[in-house]
């Protein structure tokens, strides 16, 4: 099975930083890669495919990028209503895995 | 718009049965493999189940394998779960998703507690 490890685990920012989590996989995804974002008491929403397409509809603050086994997702300028937490999924073979995740909170 | 919407979670004894459904609109179902996603509470998402776009070919997390069985009705736009011999650590929120092609979509889940 392939292990996503994320990092950081958890980090505080203020309203207007640029945040970034990295994503890491314990054997080549290719860009089979997604970034998902959930907050407290809601489903999952996915915001990047394929390492670093974004999904429709979602800001163009948030960017993706990486192959093969390292990823990072980018925040540019955090608002208020990106707190929440992150999590990377491959889905380049079965079984699918999620890495821990990141929340995200206010500083 | 890609819709899935869950159903048929509840309260299950360890040792039950229950079997959820999700229903899909807004896309062509069967050109696309679907999961099942769970999270315990409290806790980090967990990949359960996937079906190829057909249903030839099913995919199971360990700790689940034979016990649940994924299938799918075409005809229905409808993806199903079975989960048979439930337990405690089974207790969660089961999301229907799409996790392929260019949209990814989530359903708002289903919750399942196993509890005596």
């Known amino acids: 099975d392939i292990q996503l490890t994320q990092s950081p685990s958890s980090l505080s920012a203020s309203v207007g930083d640029r945040v970034t989590i990295s994503c890491r996989a314990s054997q080549g995804v290719s860009t089979y890669l997604a970034w998902i974002q959930q907050k407290p008491g809601k489903a999952p929403k996915s915001l990047i495919y394929g390492a670093s397409s974004l999904q429709s509809g979602v800001p163009s603050k948030f960017s993706g990028s990486g192959s093969g086994t390292d990823f990072t997702l980018t925040i540019s300028s955090l608002q208020p209503e990106d707190f929440a937490t992150y999590y990377c999924q491959q889905y380049n073979s079965y079984p699918l895995t999620f890495g821990g995740g990141t929340k995200v909170e206010i500083k | 718009e890609v819709q899935l919407v869950e159903s048929g979670g509840g309260l299950v004894q360890p040792g039950g049965s229950l079997r959820l459904s999700c229903a899909a609109s807004?896309?062509?179902?069967?050109?696309?493999?679907m999961s099942w996603v769970r999270q315990a509470p409290g806790k980090g998402l967990e990949w359960v189940s996937g079906?190829?776009?057909?249903?030839?070919?099913?995919y199971y997390v360990d700790s689940v394998k034979g016990r649940f069985t994924v299938s799918r009705d075409n005809s229905k736009n409808t993806l199903y779960l079975q989960m048979n011999s439930l337990r405690a650590e089974d207790t969660a929120i089961y999301y229907c998703a799409r996790i392929t092609g260019a949209t990814h979509s989530w359903g708002q889940g289903t919750l399942v507690t196993v509890s005596s």
């Open positions: 079906i190829s776009d057909r249903g030839g070919s099913t």
């Open positions: 807004g896309f062509i179902f069967n050109n696309y493999p």
